[in-house]
């Protein structure tokens, strides 16, 4: 979906997008496409990539807020498409941070023992929950998926450190108002774009600079690491203007950032795992590099993980 599309039923352009944004296009799922259609091949093709069997995974994450049903989890359905007979499967609602927040749980998981390979995922039909009427957000969201092997490893390789922080007295700023249980929908309820995303952009803006910047503070001191052994900056991809203050304040170059939110917009979960796969596909990521990657969603919850390769 190009802006040249958004031009066509909103009142915006293709400048005004692209310099507050960033964005040029974005991804739709197709009608009769669902999230977890879209979680299961993230998941099939990590597994390919890992050489790891089905049966071998005992924990299935998935970090969406745009499940299938609102029962069962989208884990246990993408559990049943990927034949993870031997799996428990949870979803985490943690809206944009939802990837880091899974591998952070996955990683605490297998070094305690309890689970020896997990199967993390960030996947979002996020056009599912956008206010098409809404210039001011449906211009940003996109859909898409994607998915990490762990398991435990005795090199000096893997996730070095994990931080994760949320402020519920934020929720305001980004939400979905009606739908749940508090504000459940009624027949006198008139659609007037309520139960879609609603965001004061400016608000977020500033306390996402400031907080996914001491996320990441946080897990390079954690790591013994300085801002210098950086090779690769991996953000959440939910504004161009956001990823460059961060970039900024990080004192890292923009060659050193993963960018493709001109592509797909702002995909929630699936944000940061879809940079990340590219990165690595494209021969971003050499063996011993340290990767940062950092997220902030609705809730408000930011986090981050540091990840030597």
């Not at 944000?271 to 590219?278: G, H, M, N, Q, R």
Request: glycine share 10%.
């Amino acid at each position: 979906m190009t802006n040249a599309e958004y031009e066509k039923t909103i009142d915006t352009t293709d400048e005004w997008i692209v310099s507050r944004t960033g964005i040029r296009e974005r991804r739709h799922l197709d009608i009769g496409t669902n999230n977890s259609d879209m979680a299961a091949a993230a998941g099939r093709q990590a597994l390919q990539m890992a050489g790891v069997k089905p049966e071998e995974i005992d924990l299935v994450i998935v970090g969406t807020v745009t499940p299938d049903y609102l029962l069962p989890s989208t884990a246990c359905v993408v559990q049943e498409k990927l034949g993870l007979t031997s799996a428990v499967g949870f979803d985490i609602v943690a809206a944009c941070t939802g990837f880091i927040n899974g591998l952070s749980i996955g990683n605490s998981f297998i070094q305690t023992g309890q689970y020896k390979k997990a199967l993390i995922i960030g996947s979002e039909h996020l056009t599912s929950i956008t206010n098409f009427k809404d210039r001011g957000t449906c211009v940003l969201f996109g859909d898409a998926a994607g998915a990490v092997v762990l398991e435990p490893t005795t090199e000096d390789v893997g996730i070095l450190s994990t931080y994760l922080r949320s402020d519920g007295r934020m929720r305001e700023l980004l939400w979905i108002p009606v739908g749940g249980s508090k504000t459940p929908y009624t027949r006198e309820y008139a659609y007037d774009g309520t139960n879609k995303v609603t965001m004061n952009g400016s608000e977020v803006f500033k306390v996402a600079v400031r907080e996914m910047g001491k996320a990441a503070d946080k897990v390079i001191k954690e790591a013994g690491l300085d801002y210098s052994d950086i090779s690769l900056f991996v953000p959440h991809q939910a504004n161009i203007r956001i990823i460059e203050a961060m970039a900024k304040r990080m004192h890292l170059s923009m060659d050193k950032v993963v960018l493709n939110i001109e592509r797909y917009g702002n995909t929630s979960a699936g944000s940061v795992p879809l940079a990340l796969d590219e990165a690595n596909r494209t021969g971003r990521i050499k063996p011993g590099d340290n990767i940062v990657m950092v997220a902030f969603g609705g809730g408000l919850i930011w986090g981050a993980a540091a990840v030597r390769f």
